[in-house]
């Protein structure tokens, strides 16, 4: 199993950038998606998550601004993030629950950078 993502860039303040993740492998069932960040010297953190249903949860910081979304029959997750500013520069990570059976493997993306200019 694979997760691959894209979108990532450098960007304006206030400016958008919508990133994507799709799974791919033997894939028969993803729960939990989610998009994790990480700045330098900062341990990682949740910033948003979707279930299968579509709930989701976001991280306080990003509320109003980003919006994930997922398309099931694609095994892909995207985020869009509106509003951008310097204190969104990390590198994101795609996270997917991957379900085999009655175990639940954790899958992670390489990462896809996001700078943001002032």
């Known amino acids: 199993v694979q997760l691959v993502e894209s979108g990532g860039g450098l960007v304006q303040a206030g400016g958008s950038l919508r990133l994507s993740c799709a799974g791919s492998?033997?894939?028969?069932?993803?729960?939990?998606m989610g998009w994790y960040r990480q700045a330098p010297g900062k341990q990682r953190e949740m910033v948003a998550r979707?279930?299968?249903?579509?709930?989701?949860n976001y991280v306080d910081s990003v509320k109003g601004r980003f919006t994930i979304s997922r398309d099931n029959a694609k095994n892909t997750v995207y985020l869009q993030m509106n509003s951008l500013n310097p204190e969104d520069t990390a590198v994101y990570y795609c996270?997917?629950?991957?379900?085999?059976?009655?175990?639940?493997?954790?899958?992670w993306g390489q990462g896809t950078q996001v700078t943001v200019s002032s």
């Open positions: 996270n997917a629950d991957v379900l085999f059976g009655r175990a639940t493997i954790d899958y």
């Open positions: 492998g033997s894939i028969f069932s993803i729960n939990r």
């Open positions: 979707i279930d299968r249903a579509g709930s989701t």
